[in-house]
């Protein structure tokens, strides 16, 4: 993921990807190519910094039976972006439960996840939430 287009041209990394995908810290820093005319990180590189990741992650647990799309998302920006920033996102066993028995018959499913988008000394910088669109696949509906 670190050398996908999207994440690499905006600084973006994922530092750490839990074996069970349960859990996720993606970081981005401030450097020339990705500041805003104020000199602070750029809206759009915060929103893309979480952009796959709750998608990747839920696709990465249900299985190749699922489909998983993003469906709408929103930014709430707090404080400016100096510096490195970081989003981690977790995702519980109970979490996943409810999509499964949510989605078992067959039916739409559209969860939401907020992720914090923090500074280097844990001030929140953004939230973002994110809802996706989630449904067992037609071979997968029984």
């Known amino acids: 993921m670190n050398l996908w287009p999207p994440f690499w041209g905006a600084g973006i990394r994922l530092e750490h990807i839990s074996r069970d995908y349960s ?8 450097r020339w190519w990705n500041k805003n005319a104020n000199g602070t990180q750029y809206g759009g590189s915060l929103f893309s910094m979480t952009d796959p990741l709750y998608s990747m992650m839920l696709m990465a647990t249900l299985g190749p039976g699922y489909q998983v799309w993003d469906r709408a ?7 400016p972006g100096r ?7 977790y995702l ?5 439960d409810e999509i499964r028995r949510s989605t078992a018959g ?4 559209f969860p939401e996840f907020r992720i914090n988008i923090v ?4 001030e929140l910088v953004a939230e973002v939430e994110r809802t996706l669109y989630v449904r067992k696949k037609a071979a997968n509906k029984r």
Do not use: P
């Not at 500074?119 to 844990?122: P, Q």
């Open 23 to 30: 859990y996720c810290r993606a970081s981005l820093v401030l």
């Open 92 to 96: 519980n066993r109970d979490r996943l």
């Open 83 to 89: 510096g490195r920033v970081y989003a981690e996102v």
């Open 119 to 122: 500074n280097e000394s844990g």
């Open 73 to 79: 998302s929103r930014i709430t920006f707090l404080k």
């Open 106 to 109: 067959g039916g739409k499913y």
